[in-house]
């Protein structure tokens, strides 16, 4: 029998980040995925993530952000309401700070979390993989993977594989979901005057658009719609839809003049109703997937798996990651933080989303809430995850 610290089920970014926590911490541990990595995209078809201030230190301190292929640092993000006056400007200056945030490639962050593996002793990783059965003996899990003749003993099982993980139902743990009846099309687009390092958020009558700085001349465009306008957007030619865009994003940002692939996902959070059981722990979208407008799923948790760190590192000798008092204790000192996230990120999304909120309201709104200095520095320490 092969003997872990902890195994992690699931090797996207949560899975990865976790894994070179334990790996540095020493704590054996073995990394189950069921896919290969896929083929790095050309910048205008990559997926991108925006990574907070805190999310940026955290990866500095684990010798990952140095390995991170051209991030793009945010310097402001600039709110506004289409047709209407209102807006909000938050800027990194105003913060003292050298960035609000920064805009990776989400296969770069996979290849930067890899290669960060690479050097780790501790840490063994299975791929094209998945667990074939488990059973729970008082103080470890015994485990069968496939491809693989040994058993494995583990005296902690993480479930990290994503919004719909299998071992969280296999575990029966039931998940709180909400709908928004939204749909995000995402695409990266060619803006003709660049963009300056400033994101933009914009209400929409019916939904936002937002467009965060990437490489060069490009820019992320996520924008949220209902299943109708989702399907048709995703169904329009290149030349059509940049129209859309311009449309939608008005003359301040200038001209979108070419587009790569489009994705549309639907909007929902989806939160466990319980994050761990005996030996067991929910991690990343398996224990919470938000909305994406707020960019807050990926950065909320690198701040749980920085709390696992911490709690190792305060432990001094080599403890039991898997008992009950690890588990409760890290559960308590997560509370505050990802129920705030949780609050504030649904807010954010029902208001995005229109609903009964006229223009002219949320127009209102956005002055008012520009003009409280206090107000406005906390929410913007909200997005920077300070
Ligand atoms: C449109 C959009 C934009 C977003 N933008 C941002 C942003 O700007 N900032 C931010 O912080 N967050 C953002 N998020 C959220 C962020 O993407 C997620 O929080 C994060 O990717 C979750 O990572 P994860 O590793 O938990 O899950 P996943 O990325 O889903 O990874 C799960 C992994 O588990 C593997 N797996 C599944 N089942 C098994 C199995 N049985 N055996 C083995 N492996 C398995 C899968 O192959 C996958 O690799 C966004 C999300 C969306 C949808």
Not at 101 to 123: D, I, K, R, S
Not at 139 to 168: F, N, P, Y
Not at 180 to 193: P, Q, R, S, W
Request: glycine share 6%; aromatic share 8%; proline share 3%.
């Amino acid at each position: 029998m092969l003997q872990y610290d902890c195994v992690i089920v699931g090797g996207g970014a949560v899975g990865l980040s976790l894994a070179i926590v334990l790996g540095q911490s020493n704590y054996k541990t073995l990394l189950i995925e069921q896919k290969v990595p896929g083929k790095i995209q050309d910048d205008i078809n990559a997926r991108t993530i925006a990574l907070s201030f805190a999310s940026h230190r955290i990866y500095s301190m684990l010798g990952v952000w140095e390995k991170i292929k051209d991030p793009i640092s945010i310097q402001e993000v600039l709110v506004t309401v289409k047709g209407q006056y209102g807006s909000s400007k938050l800027t990194a200056e105003d913060q003292e700070l050298p960035s609000l945030g920064y805009v990776v490639g989400t296969q770069e962050l996979e290849q930067a979390l890899e290669e960060t593996l690479q050097g780790l002793t501790y840490v063994d990783i299975l791929r094209p993989a998945t667990v074939l059965s488990r059973e729970a003996r008082q103080d470890a899990w015994h485990i069968s993977v496939s491809d693989m003749a040994e058993k494995i003993s583990c005296k902690l099982l993480i479930a990290a594989d994503g919004m719909t993980s299998q071992l969280r139902q296999e575990q029966q743990i039931s998940c709180q979901q909400t709908d928004y009846d939204h749909f995000a099309v995402m695409t990266n687009l060619h803006i003709e005057k660049g963009h300056h390092n400033i994101a933009y958020e914009r209400f929409l009558p019916k939904g936002a658009i937002a467009l965060l700085p990437w490489q060069q001349s490009l820019a992320t465009c996520v924008w949220t719609v209902d299943e109708m306008q989702a399907q048709s957007l995703v169904n329009l030619d290149d030349d059509s839809f940049l129209r859309e865009c311009q449309h939608q994003l008005g003359a301040r940002i200038g001209k979108p003049i070419a587009c790569g692939k489009r994705w549309c996902f639907p909007l929902k959070m989806q939160l466990a109703t319980n994050q761990m059981s005996a030996r067991f722990l929910l991690m990343g979208n398996a224990a919470h997937s938000l909305h994406p407008i707020a960019a807050q799923g990926l950065n909320l948790s690198l701040r749980d798996i920085w709390q696992i760190r911490s709690q190792i590192r305060k432990a001094k000798m080599h403890c039991d990651i898997g008992s009950v008092d690890f588990l409760e204790s890290y559960l308590q000192a997560r509370k505050h933080d990802q129920e705030r996230v949780i609050f504030i990120t649904d807010k954010i999304a029902r208001f995005m989303s229109g609903g009964p909120i006229p223009t002219w309201l949320r127009a209102l709104g956005l002055t008012l809430f520009d003009s409280l200095g206090p107000l406005k520095r906390r929410f913007t320490a909200f997005g920077m995850g300070i």
